[in-house]
Structures are given as structure tokens and as C-alpha cells.
């Protein structure tokens, strides 16, 4: 579990996040959405520690987060893990080492334990015999797959995932989606998604956060966002459909 509180942050003089307070829940899939600028990421960031915040509190379980000292957050980090937009493999390196890489920061694992826990994260995510393949001999969605095992490598307890369905076409994105969902129910982790994709959050959102423009403005499931009396909500979410519709419509010509 991931909670933060009354969490402000600025950036020369503007604020970007503006006291807001969320709990994120171990085995769930826990969304956060809002437009281009709302402060999404930045929030994402804060709560990862790639930002530092300018007031409020970040717990990982029982731990404050947002105070610990620089060894400290290591023994944290080891604990999560993060599936950045993009992917973001090393192109000079091949599947398995990519893979293999945070085994290598953070154990002293033998070579021959490492290469069974890769082939392990390879295999959960369905991806065998690729070993030695580098990223431009991957499609998009493989690429994906490959960073969720990069991910997942270490057993977290925390995963933190930047816009996983970005540039995948809409079948290979469900893909993308319910592997997340089956990887967090199955391990307990507690996962949290920053996305636009509305077709995610009606997917696998069972804690869904809106931001708009830094603060927290509606909080619900899926099941509750299509009945939400909520007008900037309902006007994101009209607006992430059509794009999407668009999106489709396009790819199929």
C-alpha cells in the first residue's frame, strides 16, 4: 500500500499539484488519469521519488517515503519496480540482458540463478526464446512485455507504470493491460498506472484518481466513471473516446 497526503508541489512558483491526499491499494490496479498538464505525471513522479515534494507525507506501507535518507530510499527502490513509456531497453543490449540488469545492480545472485529468474519473467510475460534478440528486432508490444519482465525481475512489492499502452495498437494494448492485472492480483503488488487510455481504465481500473488541473477532482472504480456526475470527468472521458475512436479508424485504413 502507497498513501500519500496533502501533497503540494511547484515548479518556479507555479503550483502543478495542490494538496492532494490518495491511498493506493496492495492487489489492485490503481489508475491515474487526467489531461495533457493536469499534473498526472508529476504526482506519478512524486510518489516514485523522482521528484521531491514541497509539503505533505508519502508512506510505502509503514515507511515515510519523502524523508528518507539516500540509503535508505535504495533499500525502498529495490522494492519497486517501474515500466517507464516507451519501454526504455537498452538498445546495445539484448532481451536477456536487459532483463538481467536489475540483478545485476542490486544481487549478488550467481550467474546461473539470474538466467533462471530472467527466463522465469520471460515466460510470465510469454515471451520465450528471445534471449538474444535486441530491441529493433522487437515489435512494440514484445518491447513491452520485455520491460514489464525488466520490471517484475526483482519480485517488487510497488510497481509503477508511465503510459504502458503508448504507440501499441488497441489489440495489443488489452494485452499489455491484462497481463499488468494478472502480474499484480497474482504477486499482491501494489501497482499504480498513469494513463489516458480510457479502454485501460474501463479495462482494469479498480481504483480509478482524476486530476485536473493539480487537484484530486473525482475518485471511484470503473464501474462508477460512466455514471459519475462529474462535468470536467465526463468531458475527459468523451474527449479520450473519441480520440480513441479516431485512433482506430485510422490504423484500419
Same mark, same amino acid.
Given at each position: ?84 513509456? &516507451? $519501454? ?10 536487459? @532483463?538481467?540488469? *536489475?540483478?545485476? /545492480? +542490486? ?32 515489435? &512494440? $508490444? ?10 517484475? @525481475?526483482?519480485? *517488487?512489492?510497488? /510497481? +509503477? ?93
Amino acid at each position: 500500500m502507497i498513501r500519500a497526503e496533502h501533497i503540494t508541489k511547484s515548479f518556479e512558483g507555479r503550483v502543478v499539484l495542490d494538496d492532494i491526499s490518495a491511498v493506493f491499494e496492495q492487489g489492485k490496479t490503481n489508475l491515474i488519469i487526467g489531461q495533457s498538464g493536469s499534473g498526472k505525471t508529476v504526482f506519478l513522479k512524486c510518489l516514485v521519488g523522482l521528484h521531491k515534494i514541497d509539503k505533505g507525507e508519502i508512506y510505502y506501507s509503514d515507511t515515510r517515503f519523502d524523508t528518507l535518507s539516500f540509503k535508505e530510499l535504495k533499500a525502498i527502490r529495490e522494492k519497486v519496480g517501474m515500466l517507464f513509456q &516507451g $519501454g526504455a531497453l537498452l538498445d546495445s543490449s539484448n532481451v536477456e540482458e536487459n @532483463v538481467r540488469l *536489475p540483478l545485476d /545492480l +542490486f544481487t549478488n545472485l550467481s550467474s546461473k540463478k539470474k538466467l533462471e529468474r530472467v527466463n522465469f519473467c520471460l515466460e510470465r510475460v510469454r515471451l520465450q526464446n528471445v534471449n538474444h534478440l535486441y530491441p529493433a528486432e522487437l515489435s &512494440g $508490444g514484445m518491447i513491452k512485455r520485455v520491460a514489464i519482465a525488466r520490471a517484475i @525481475v526483482m519480485n *517488487p512489492q510497488y /510497481l +509503477f507504470c508511465d503510459e504502458p499502452n503508448s504507440g501499441l495498437d488497441p489489440m495489443t494494448s488489452i494485452v499489455i493491460d491484462n497481463l499488468i492485472k494478472e502480474i499484480t492480483e497474482e504477486y499482491n503488488i501494489t501497482t499504480i498506472i498513469n494513463t489516458h487510455d480510457m479502454n485501460s481504465v474501463l479495462e482494469i481500473g479498480e481504483h480509478v484518481i482524476f486530476i485536473y488541473k493539480g487537484k484530486k477532482w473525482w475518485e471511484g472504480t470503473k464501474h462508477d466513471i460512466l455514471h459519475a456526475d462529474n462535468k470536467e470527468l465526463n468531458e475527459f472521458v468523451f474527449a479520450s473516446t473519441m480520440a480513441k475512436r479516431a485512433k482506430m479508424a485510422s490504423a484500419r485504413r
